[in-house]
């Protein structure tokens, strides 16, 4: 890399964070194309170790995800394969390979989670929800509130009847548009960086109704299952599954999405 220049302290600086830059660049793609050979020679265990490094240098995609969890899923860690495919699916929620493979994994784990059914309504807007990237929300949100606005002054303005109608009424569905794309967006939001979901790491742990050891006994889960932490106390997380049962764990029982 030739960097041109000034020869002044900041030229330097700079061609020296570049040159670090590459460096790492060219590290993580060696990473992973060194995880994938590994991967192809059922060498599970160091893609496994190739994948993470490149995850501890804080690089991060589905596809990295997917590859992990596949490595994971065959050397039979079923927690951390589920684990590393709901990750994935998080940054890319459409993926048909990546859901395929999340249910495959999902079938070798013990407990049977019965999902509460949401209304037809409800399952159109999680779809919607998800085939929009989460800055396209945002764009389309702001986007429609200008128009919306910019129309409903000419409204204001202008004399003839059926015109007035016509701005009017435009102006009202942008507006709608805009809520509805704030409101689907701000959903996005919060399942991509807000909402908290775990994996079950410990080969079984009794739910309790009390963040105390000593408290009922309410249900057992196992190794693989997915949860949601609603609360968090101390060394305790207050859980929730996916049918509604609620109740309390040790912290280091899970490993969050």
């Given at each position: ?79 951390a394969a589920i684990l590393n495919y709901e990750?994935?699916?998080?940054l890319d929620p459409k993926d048909e390979d ?63 009847n059926a015109v007035k109608r016509v701005f ?90």
């Amino acid at each position: 890399m030739t960097c041109i220049g000034n020869s002044g302290v900041f030229s330097m600086i700079l061609c020296l964070f570049m040159a670090v830059g590459s460096v790492r660049a060219d590290e993580y793609s060696d990473l992973i194309t060194r995880g994938n050979d590994h991967f192809k020679k059922a060498e599970y265990e160091h893609a496994i170790a190739s994948y993470e490094k490149v995850l501890d240098g804080g690089k991060e995609s589905a596809e990295l995800y997917y590859n992990l969890g596949n490595a994971y899923y065959k050397t039979i860690n079923i927690p951390a394969a589920i684990l590393n495919y709901e990750r994935a699916i998080k940054l890319d929620p459409k993926d048909e390979d990546l859901q395929f493979n999340l249910k495959l994994a999902n079938l070798k784990t013990v407990d049977k989670i019965e999902v509460i059914p949401t209304f037809f309504i409800g399952e159109i807007g999680e779809d919607l929800k998800h085939s929009v990237p989460l800055d396209t929300w945002g764009w389309m949100a702001i986007i429609s509130l200008w128009l919306s606005a910019a129309l409903f002054f000419i409204f204001t303005i202008v004399s003839t009847n059926a015109v007035k109608r016509v701005f009017f009424f435009t102006a009202l569905l942008l507006f709608v548009l805009s809520l509805a794309s704030f409101g689907l967006g701000y959903q996005k939001y919060n399942a991509v960086y807000t909402d908290m979901e775990a994996i079950i790491f410990s080969p079984s742990v009794i739910v309790k109704s009390a963040p105390d050891p000593n408290e009922t006994d309410l249900f057992l889960l196992h190794e693989g299952t997915k949860v949601s932490v609603v609360e968090e106390m101390g060394e305790w997380n207050k859980i929730r599954l996916a049918d509604g049962s609620i109740g309390w764990i040790p912290v280091q029982s899970i490993e969050k999405i």
